[in-house]
Nanobody, 122 residues
Framework: QVQLIESGGGMVQAGGSLRLSCAAS????????MGWFRQAPGKEREFVAA????????YYADSMKGRFTISRDNAKNTVYLQMNSLKPEDTAEYYC???????????????WGQGTQVTVSS
């Protein structure tokens, strides 16, 4: 059983940056593809980014390309989401996810974190 704990959320002005972290435990981190999702109030949860076991392959939702970067440090059992040029519409609860394959982590991950709130003010 994999446990995921996100951190790094907060409030930032439009145009600013934040880096989210997700620490994993309970499994062999390097065996899992990792992803990030978000859910804004009144909206469905949506895919943000994903990376393969070594992050040699990455995927992004179209609206995040060029602004968000996913990375991981397998020695620290941690995945990151660097978010730049933030917009008010990026305001959401951000969730870390894990699964054994990159394809699955982009759609129906096996494991979820509890979320961290990001609020972008205009």
């Amino acid at each position: 059983q994999v446990q995921l704990i996100e951190s790094g959320g907060g409030m930032v002005q439009a145009g600013g940056s934040l880096r989210l972290s997700c620490a994993a435990s309970g499994g062999t981190f390097s065996n899992y593809a990792m992803g990030w999702f978000r859910q804004a109030p009144g909206k469905e949860r949506e895919f943000v980014a994903a990376c393969s076991r070594g992050c040699g392959v990455t995927y992004y939702a179209d609206s995040m390309k060029g602004r968000f970067t996913i990375s991981r440090d397998n020695a620290k059992n941690t995945v990151y989401l660097q978010m730049n040029s933030l917009k008010p519409e990026d305001t959401a609860e951000y969730y870390c996810a894990a699964s054994t394959t990159t394809q699955v982590v982009r759609t129906t991950p096996q494991y979820w974190g509890q979320g961290t709130q990001v609020t972008v003010s205009s």
